[in-house]
C-alpha cells in the first residue's frame, strides 16, 4: 500500500513530466524535455543499482542466517549426543 509521500512524490515526478511536455510544445524549450527524460532514464538506472544491491545483501544475509540454524543444528545434536553417552 502506497503512502501519501509516495503516492506525492508520484504526482509531483507526473506534474513535472507534464510542465516540459507543455514548455516543448507551448514554446519550443526541446532543452527541457530532453533534460527531464535524461534525469529520469538516469533515476532508473540509479534505482536499478540500488535494488540490485538490496537484492545481494538479502541473499547474503539469507545464506548467514541458514549457515547459523545449521551450525545451532549441529550443536543441539552434539548435546543430545553427549548427554544420551552420558545417560548409557
Known sequence: METDIDIQTILQKQLQCVKAVVDFKNSGKRERLQ???S???EQK????????E?????????????????????LILKIIETTSQKQS
Open 54 to 74: 538490496a537484492i545481494s545483501q538479502l541473499q547474503n544475509q539469507v545464506e548467514n542466517l541458514e549457515k547459523s540454524v545449521e551450525n545451532k543444528f549441529s
Open 35 to 37: 533534460s527531464y527524460l
Open 39 to 41: 534525469k529520469q532514464v
Open 45 to 52: 538506472d540509479s534505482s536499478k543499482t540500488t535494488e540490485n
